[in-house]
Structure formats: structure tokens, C-alpha cells
């Protein structure tokens, strides 16, 4: 088996003499297996691989436990159904791989024949065989009662087609595993899943664990800069011995390196679907399109904020996590949404700007200034420490005994940063955040901060971000690892990159696709806190926004309406949860594999 790890990758020998140069052709598989029917599923995949090679295909997808169903009560039941990679599975596939040129990964329920454990994984197959497998890490409660966890790296390899990554489901609640797909040089992801969902009669108890897996994809590509291919299947599951079952949303989806949709399955509701092949969704191409966009977050990288943070073991204690986990706190978060031409001074002067005890209050970005791209512009809204737009932001907080967060052109001494504010309700100031991954326009005049910042408060722990910071996502997992339940991020105008998850994946109304901001939505998702954005109103659309941790199902986003000058919400810190928050997802990561994120080698 040709299994090549990229444990010693160089971003400057990603381009393989043997890789194809013109665009390529993929495909997520939407393919059913029938319940615990290993042989005849092994039929209906040979019948599948032969209709997708009929598509012109160069790369498909197929979902997770193709072969043997997921809705197992325990590995005694799961057992007779598994398979060995390699196995009977890839005996009857590897010929038809090579008489079309095919290439497929799809996921196996394996059996480990020397230790006798099972794992969920995913095997990557082509013409010239077996090119290797990868064993899921991020393992959720169904998974715990079959699988152990994943006892291999996420390994990238290299094939004609390109170089590809493999993830399977669950592994997309953690942000770490797509990104050391991406450092070791992933182009393509090859996402496996049965993103179930519970049954509409399912009990109160039931229906706590209910989420999406296929809803929360669109990271493994904005996040990293690759094509993101994700496999689901779709229709009712159901255990003809236990009696559950559940169902399957569909939503099979390609996205590209820029974290847009390019094309998707049907989202449907509980239905009874023949087992077999139920949908081809197919894209063409081009993987300069992934090298370019992964460099451009390679470039913006930086690890050694990264040191050794992003690499510890924080489960089962956690030194880091805030009093409010112990007696949690009720907060109202408040998000200011302005006009373009509107300005601090101005506010301040008509009496619009106030907060509250046990309030914060979140403005835009350069909140000194209307609305502007221009450095000019920003440079003359600088200002010293403790100087006129600090004192207004304390005068603020102050007098309503509650939190301000602003920001501004700090100087300091010959040096210039964009600095994120923080004052509060004795109206003094707690923290300034210094912006440590520039964008291309602050990078023109500001020096780069050199540390991440969260504050310890009544409120509870609040980080302070510039809005673009937000998309790089290691940055934003710091805050996690310090235990950060609020991030508050002043924010410029609206950006071209929305939530493109299908709306009819959301069990809340009304559903963020299409309008809102996306980089803030991922991290409260990805690392399970609030983020509250200022932001300004431009056309049809905001950059004013409170994000909660759990989108689908429970924490609705929201949005400031047209024309309101901000949008509140009353909550509580540590947030509200269902089948996960931040100190479950801090538990359930497995930071063995991570010293890729922290190291100089892999950027």
C-alpha cells in the first residue's frame, strides 16, 4: 500500500512532477448502503463506481460506513459487517478502478485484524491500487460505542490528480484536522459522512443531540484554501433489531478553495430511499485555484503566536476556563450598526450611544471615522493611549456601568498599530488588543501585535479581534484553548463571503445563508463562543451581528435589521447548550496529532 506521509512537507516542493496540470473533474456520491448487508452493498458500490466512471469522473467521494449502515447499538452488532482495508471491498473495486482511470475514496467500517478494534475510516484508491487510509480522530457519541479513535495521522497524498487530504463527518467540529490536511499540502479534501439528524418523533432527550455535520462544512475550504469534496447519503436509516432509527438530510457539496458552494445535492426530509446509488453531483476543477488560495493564508500565518498553545492537552482540567462555568452569568450583548458616514463623535454628540450594567456594547471598526478604505483617511483618526477616543469609549462605559469595545490607529512611541479596545464600568480601560494578523490594507501602515487578548470579567472571559483576524483560523482557536466566552470584534464594511449552508438544514429561524458575515459564524461554531461584531450597514447588507456557538439548532444568528442602530441579545456565559460546548469540544480534541499547527516547518 503506497501510504505517503507528509510529515517532512515543504510548501516548496508541492508541485509533484507526476501531477496532472489541467483541471480535474469531481464528485460527491450520495450512495445508500442497506443495514448490516456487507455483500450486497459491496454489488451496489461496484454498480455505483461503474455509473460514476460513466460521468467522465477523475475523483469521487463516497460517504462514511458505505458498506455496512452507521445506526449499530455496539461492536458485537457491528462486527459481523465489517471489512479489512485491504479487504473484500477493495478486492472488488480496485479492477474497475484501473480499467477507468478512476480514483474514489469512500468509508469502510474496518476491522483492525491484529488487535481486533475497529475503526471508522476511509480508504483512497486509484488505478495503481491502494494509495492509503486514514482512521477518523473526532469520534462523537454514536462512533464511542463502536470505533476507536483514529491511531493515524491526517496524512496528504500525493496521486496524478492531485494531492489529497481525507476526513470523515464528526472530524469537521474540530478546525485543527482540515487545517494540518491543508499545511501538509492538501489541494483537495475528501470529506466522508452520514450527517444524521433525529427522527421528527424522537423524545425531548433524543432531539439534545440533534446537529448537522453536513451543515458545517464550508469551513474545511474557506478556512484552508482547498476543494472541500463532502459525501453524504440521504433518506431513513432505521436498526431492524434495535428498532431506531434516524435520518439522513442529503446536501452532498463541492466547494471551492474561496469557501463558495459550487454545487450540491437536494436537502430533503425523512423518507424511505431504495439502498443503492442515489446521486452524483459533479464539478470540474482546477487545483492552482487551491495552491494560490492556501498560500495566501500560509503567508498570513504565524506560528510562533501559535507556540505552544495550540498544541497542549487541556482536558480534563482547565486552569484557563472562567468563574462563569461555575455560576453562569446573564449578559446582554449588543451589536451597533452604523451608516457609512457615521462616526463616534457624532453619536456621542446626538446622545445615541449608551450601555448598561451587564451590557456590552460592540462598535465598528475605526469607530472614530465614517466609513473608508483609505489610509489616509485611518492615519487621521490616530491617537495616543488614554487620548480623546479612549476617554470616549471610557466616558461610555462609565456612565452606564457596563463594557465598550472600539478600535482605533494606536500610536505608540514611532510605532503604529490597529488596536481593539476594551473599557469598562468603572470607566477605565481593561485591555488593548494590538491586530497580530494584518490584512493587505493595515499591513500598508500598522505593525503587527504579538499577542492574542482575553480579559477576565464579570461578564465573563472576553477576547478582543479585528474582524479579518477572524480568518485565520488558528488565531480564533487560541481563544478557545484560553478559554475566551465572548469574542468582541468592531468590524468595517459587510464582505463578499456569506454563510452558504442550505437554509433548509437549520432547525432555527430565520437561517443566516446568504446574509450573514461567515468568518464570525465559523469561529463561534468552531470554537463555542459568542462573537459579538459593531459593524457598519452597506446596501442590503450588515457586518452588525451576534453569533452563537450553535447555529442549527439552538443559538439563532442574529442580524442587525435595515436601518437599526443595533441588535441585542439576552443570553448567558458560559452560552446555552445541546450536544456540545466549548469544554466538550476542548475535551473531545485529540492534540496528539496537532505539533503541525505550532511548527515553522509545515508554513
Not at 479581534?465 to 484553548?481: C, H, P, Q
Amino acid at each position: 500500500m503506497a501510504n505517503q506521509n507528509h510529515n517532512n512537507f515543504n510548501k516548496q516542493s508541492i508541485d509533484s512532477e507526476m501531477q496532472r496540470s489541467e483541471p480535474i473533474k469531481v464528485a460527491a456520491v450520495d450512495f445508500i448502503p442497506a443495514w448490516g448487508d456487507l455483500s450486497g452493498n459491496i454489488t451496489r458500490l461496484v454498480t455505483a463506481v461503474e455509473q460514476v466512471a460513466k460521468e467522465d469522473v477523475d475523483y469521487a467521494v463516497f460517504p462514511e460506513t458505505a458498506l455496512c449502515g452507521y445506526l449499530f447499538s455496539d461492536y458485537e452488532e457491528i462486527y459481523p459487517y465489517l471489512d479489512t482495508i485491504p479487504g473484500k471491498t477493495t478486492e472488488a473495486i480496485l479492477p474497475l478502478l484501473k480499467t477507468y482511470n478512476l480514483y474514489i475514496s469512500i468509508g469502510i467500517a474496518e476491522l483492525d485484524v491484529a488487535t481486533g478494534v475497529a475503526y471508522n475510516s476511509a480508504v483512497l484508491m486509484g488505478p495503481e491500487g491502494i494509495i492509503g487510509k486514514y482512521r477518523k480522530i473526532g469520534l462523537n457519541s454514536q462512533d464511542q460505542k463502536l470505533f476507536a479513535p483514529g491511531n493515524c495521522d491526517v496524512e496528504v497524498f500525493d496521486t496524478p490528480i492531485g494531492r489529497i487530504g481525507l476526513l470523515i463527518c464528526y472530524d469537521d467540529t474540530y478546525w485543527q484536522y482540515p487545517r494540518i490536511a491543508m499545511l501538509k499540502g492538501a489541494q483537495i479534501i475528501g470529506w466522508h459522512s452520514v450527517s444524521d439528524r433525529v427522527m421528527p418523533t424522537a423524545s425531548p432527550i433524543e432531539k439534545l443531540g440533534d446537529h448537522s455535520t453536513v451543515a458545517h462544512v464550508q469551513h474545511l475550504s474557506a478556512m484552508n484554501g482547498v476543494w472541500a469534496v463532502c459525501a453524504t447519503r440521504s433518506g431513513i436509516e432505521r436498526n431492524p433489531l434495535t428498532k431506531e432509527a434516524l435520518y439522513y438530510n442529503g446536501g452532498s457539496s463541492i466547494w471551492s478553495p474561496e469557501g463558495h458552494k459550487v454545487t450540491q445535492a437536494p436537502v430533503i426530509p425523512p423518507v424511505e430511499i431504495t439502498p443503492g446509488l442515489n446521486g452524483i453531483y459533479t464539478a470540474i476543477i482546477d487545483l492552482k485555484d487551491a495552491d494560490n488560495a492556501r498560500m495566501a493564508i500560509l503567508q498570513r500565518r504565524r506560528p510562533e503566536l501559535y507556540r505552544p498553545l495550540l498544541a497542549l492537552h487541556r482536558a480534563p482540567t482547565d486552569s484557563n476556563r472562567s468563574a462563569v462555568w461555575e455560576t453562569p452569568a446573564q449578559i446582554t450583548m449588543i451589536s451597533a450598526q452604523w451608516q457609512p458616514q457615521d462616526k463616534l463623535q457624532d453619536l456621542v454628540d446626538r446622545g445615541e450611544i449608551s450601555v448598561g450594567k451587564d451590557q456590552l456594547l460592540v462598535l465598528p471598526e475605526f469607530s472614530a471615522i465614517a466609513l473608508s478604505e483609505s489610509q489616509g483617511d485611518i492615519l487621521e483618526a490616530s491617537d495616543h493611549p488614554n487620548g480623546l477616543f479612549e476617554q470616549q469609549l471610557m466616558a461610555i462605559a462609565g456612565k452606564g456601568q457596563g463594557y465598550v469595545v472600539g478600535s482605533y490607529p494606536e500610536i505608540e512611541e514611532d510605532h503604529l498599530y490597529h488596536t481593539v479596545v476594551l473599557a469598562g464600568p468603572e470607566g477605565t480601560i481593561l485591555a488593548r488588543h494590538r491586530v497580530t494578523h494584518l490584512n493587505e490594507r493595515d499591513q500598508g501602515w500598522a505593525k503587527a501585535g504579538q499577542r492574542p487578548t482575553v480579559v477576565e470579567t464579570a461578564m465573563g472571559r472576553i477576547a478582543l479581534a479585528a474582524s479579518y483576524e477572524l480568518e485565520i483560523v488558528d488565531f480564533s482557536g487560541l481563544y478557545s484553548v484560553l478559554r475566551a466566552d465572548i469574542v468582541a470584534v468592531p468590524s468595517g464594511a459587510p464582505t463578499s463571503l456569506k454563510v452558504e449552508a442550505d437554509a433548509r438544514l437549520y432547525a432555527v429561524s430565520p437561517a443566516p445563508t446568504g446574509v450573514a458575515e461567515y468568518y464570525p459564524y465559523a469561529t463561534a461554531t468552531l470554537q463555542q463562543l459568542w462573537v459579538v461584531c459593531g459593524g457598519r450597514e452597506v446596501g442590503a447588507f450588515t457586518s452588525s451581528g451576534i453569533y452563537g456557538p450553535e447555529p442549527i439548532v439552538l443559538t439563532p444568528t442574529l442580524l442587525a435589521a435595515p436601518g437599526d442602530k443595533r441588535v441585542s441579545l439576552e443570553s448567558r456565559v458560559p452560552a446555552p447548550f445541546t450536544w456540545i460546548n466549548q469544554e466538550r469540544l476542548i475535551h473531545g480534541q485529540e492534540a496528539i496529532w496537532f505539533p503541525p499547527l505550532v511548527s515553522d516547518q509545515f508554513n
